[in-house]
């Protein structure tokens, strides 16, 4: 049971969605990759060739187009989260807090949600972290993200980054949604097995020329605060000045700036590039002049073993994460797109699932089903009876309808069913059947009205041949349900055999 309801969903999704190939997918990531191979390859067939200063310049740009990438990534995640948890139009702030607590699956330390009167749904240390850094400053930028500068948090006692994105809920109101990350997220990034612990990687403020360190020689040195004019100390007195002037472009904001200077007797070459995701940060690359030609020879060696390792790996890692994440998509859509009682689509996502199957151009028929004086059924034996009685009648319907047409609750006990149409004869035969099993339910028994039974009114329209599009369908459909319904109910009615039908 469990795995055709499951079905059912992934049919009625794939209809709203269009249909999306995981090989056409699968296709495209390969083809990205295979491109960044070659490019990978042939940028480093120039690195080796070039001086010292030069690599280190690719290999800050690399670095920084890869803590971009990070940043993006975590920047369109929050985006996404906050457009999908926006689509379920949450009544309150609450129930947004709670599934962003309990995602066990999130790869953030922390998650919450400010609503638009600052109120703060999220732990009381998080809250505190709010006033220290001043982040609600950061969260009124979201447009439609927000990205605060890197702090040490005292709640997890590590350099940590914030993310916010705006969230629409309770159909007028918005607030934000915030998502923590560790700093060493983007440390793990930096980290270069190629140069071991010879490359130094910071990021730099380009106001405050405060920098933190991602990667370097001193382990513990890594997520410690520093500050760019304090580190002219140590720099050999006649290049000073080459170190000033990069500092003052940096204020500038200048981009790809490379320098070359000495602290003793070693020689440093050191890159910058600027994080786009990130408006005022940079990341700087510092290599020491003899890690370079140690350790390109060794990589030459293992670089196409790699790649070809790395192959497998991607390819593995696309079809889980497109499994998953397929997976996650269709609990969503589904809560969005189906009736929570029923499990049929709901109005809004049957019109546009309808607009598409009428598309095709093939006979269908749209059948309204309208359950007779169902008021009596709440009245009598409750809302409880009433909603299972629902539910045992959208069961029907999958029965004799699912499986060549979408079923839909359009209200409280009307009900629509798009289906292919063979004839008009077979169709009529399956709404009698509809009739006939509903007939065979039975409700409680009542000291009043021991043989209370329920029936249904009916009204049907053919396309092409009593309409040419979803809206008219609809309004035929509904002109011969009525006609059904004024006449007594308990019965259908195709809208060809009305007089108003035979007269146009």
């Given at each position: 049971m469990a795995d055709s309801k499951s079905k059912r969903f992934k049919d009625d999704i794939n209809l709203l969605k269009g249909g999306r190939s995981f090989y056409l997918t699968l296709i495209i990531c390969l083809i990205v990759f295979f491109g960044a191979t070659g490019i990978l390859i042939t940028a480093f067939n120039r690195l080796i060739s070039r001086h010292d200063q030069q690599l280190s310049a690719e290999i800050s740009t690399i670095?920084?187009?890869k803590m971009n990438s990070s940043i993006e990534f975590m920047t369109e995640s929050v985006n996404n989260t906050a457009i999908l948890l926006s689509s379920r139009n949450f009544?309150?702030?609450?129930?947004?807090?709670?599934?962003?607590?309990?995602n066990k699956n999130a790869d953030y330390l922390s998650a919450g949600f400010i609503d638009q009167s600052g109120e703060k749904f999220a732990s009381q240390e998080e809250a505190q972290e709010f006033a220290k850094w001043d982040l609600m400053q950061t969260a009124a930028l979201a447009n439609p993200v927000s990205i605060s500068a890197p702090y040490r948090s005292s709640v997890y006692g590590q350099p940590v980054i914030t993310l916010f994105a705006v969230l629409k809920y309770a159909d007028t109101r918005h607030g934000y949604m915030f998502m923590t990350y560790k700093l060493n997220e983007l440390q793990k990034i930096a980290v270069t097995q190629s140069l071991g612990n010879d490359v130094e990687i910071w990021l730099m403020n380009a106001e405050s020329a405060n920098i933190i360190q991602c990667a370097g020689s001193d382990e513990h040195s890594i997520g410690s605060w520093a500050n760019a004019y304090l580190a002219m100390q140590d720099i050999?007195?006649?290049?000073?000045?080459v170190y000033g002037n990069w500092l003052t472009r940096i204020r500038h904001l200048e981009d790809n700036i490379g320098i070359s200077y000495s602290v003793g007797e070693t020689l440093y070459s050191q890159h910058c590039s600027r994080i786009a995701s990130m408006p005022g940060w940079y990341v700087v690359v510092r290599i020491p002049g003899n890690a370079l030609s140690a350790t390109m020879h060794t990589f030459r060696n293992y670089v196409l073993y790699f790649l070809a390792v790395l192959l497998i790996v991607v390819i593995v890692l696309i079809a889980n994460m497109y499994r998953l994440a397929k997976r996650d998509n269709e609990i969503l859509e589904a809560l969005s797109t189906h009736d929570p009682l029923t499990q049929v689509?709901?109005?809004?996502?049957f019109d546009t699932a309808a607009s598409k199957w009428i598309a095709r151009g093939k006979d269908c028929a749209l059948i309204f089903f309208d359950l007779d004086y169902f008021k009596q059924v709440n009245d009598k034996y409750g809302h409880n009876i009433g909603d299972g009685f629902l539910t045992k009648f959208s069961d029907v319907l999958k029965k004799n309808f699912s499986e060549n047409g979408i079923i839909s609750r359009f209200g409280g006990d009307e009900f629509v069913v798009l289906t292919d149409m063979p004839s008009v004869d077979e169709v009529s035969a399956l709404i009698k059947k509809t009739a006939d099993d509903l007939w065979s339910f039975s409700l409680p028994a009542d000291k009043e009205d021991r043989d209370f039974s329920i029936s249904f009114s009916s009204g049907a329209a053919r396309f092409p041949h009593d309409a040419a599009d979803l809206s008219l369908l609809k309004k035929r459909a509904d002109t011969a349900l009525y006609e059904v319904k004024e006449h007594g109910r308990n019965g259908y009615l195709w809208y060809m055999d009305l007089p108003e039908a035979n007269s146009r």
């Amino acid at each position: 049971m469990a795995d055709s309801k499951s079905k059912r969903f992934k049919d009625d999704i794939n209809l709203l969605k269009g249909g999306r190939s995981f090989y056409l997918t699968l296709i495209i990531c390969l083809i990205v990759f295979f491109g960044a191979t070659g490019i990978l390859i042939t940028a480093f067939n120039r690195l080796i060739s070039r001086h010292d200063q030069q690599l280190s310049a690719e290999i800050s740009t690399i670095m920084a187009e890869k803590m971009n990438s990070s940043i993006e990534f975590m920047t369109e995640s929050v985006n996404n989260t906050a457009i999908l948890l926006s689509s379920r139009n949450f009544d309150k702030p609450e129930q947004i807090y709670d599934i962003l607590r309990n995602n066990k699956n999130a790869d953030y330390l922390s998650a919450g949600f400010i609503d638009q009167s600052g109120e703060k749904f999220a732990s009381q240390e998080e809250a505190q972290e709010f006033a220290k850094w001043d982040l609600m400053q950061t969260a009124a930028l979201a447009n439609p993200v927000s990205i605060s500068a890197p702090y040490r948090s005292s709640v997890y006692g590590q350099p940590v980054i914030t993310l916010f994105a705006v969230l629409k809920y309770a159909d007028t109101r918005h607030g934000y949604m915030f998502m923590t990350y560790k700093l060493n997220e983007l440390q793990k990034i930096a980290v270069t097995q190629s140069l071991g612990n010879d490359v130094e990687i910071w990021l730099m403020n380009a106001e405050s020329a405060n920098i933190i360190q991602c990667a370097g020689s001193d382990e513990h040195s890594i997520g410690s605060w520093a500050n760019a004019y304090l580190a002219m100390q140590d720099i050999n007195e006649e290049d000073i000045p080459v170190y000033g002037n990069w500092l003052t472009r940096i204020r500038h904001l200048e981009d790809n700036i490379g320098i070359s200077y000495s602290v003793g007797e070693t020689l440093y070459s050191q890159h910058c590039s600027r994080i786009a995701s990130m408006p005022g940060w940079y990341v700087v690359v510092r290599i020491p002049g003899n890690a370079l030609s140690a350790t390109m020879h060794t990589f030459r060696n293992y670089v196409l073993y790699f790649l070809a390792v790395l192959l497998i790996v991607v390819i593995v890692l696309i079809a889980n994460m497109y499994r998953l994440a397929k997976r996650d998509n269709e609990i969503l859509e589904a809560l969005s797109t189906h009736d929570p009682l029923t499990q049929v689509l709901n109005r809004r996502a049957f019109d546009t699932a309808a607009s598409k199957w009428i598309a095709r151009g093939k006979d269908c028929a749209l059948i309204f089903f309208d359950l007779d004086y169902f008021k009596q059924v709440n009245d009598k034996y409750g809302h409880n009876i009433g909603d299972g009685f629902l539910t045992k009648f959208s069961d029907v319907l999958k029965k004799n309808f699912s499986e060549n047409g979408i079923i839909s609750r359009f209200g409280g006990d009307e009900f629509v069913v798009l289906t292919d149409m063979p004839s008009v004869d077979e169709v009529s035969a399956l709404i009698k059947k509809t009739a006939d099993d509903l007939w065979s339910f039975s409700l409680p028994a009542d000291k009043e009205d021991r043989d209370f039974s329920i029936s249904f009114s009916s009204g049907a329209a053919r396309f092409p041949h009593d309409a040419a599009d979803l809206s008219l369908l609809k309004k035929r459909a509904d002109t011969a349900l009525y006609e059904v319904k004024e006449h007594g109910r308990n019965g259908y009615l195709w809208y060809m055999d009305l007089p108003e039908a035979n007269s146009r």
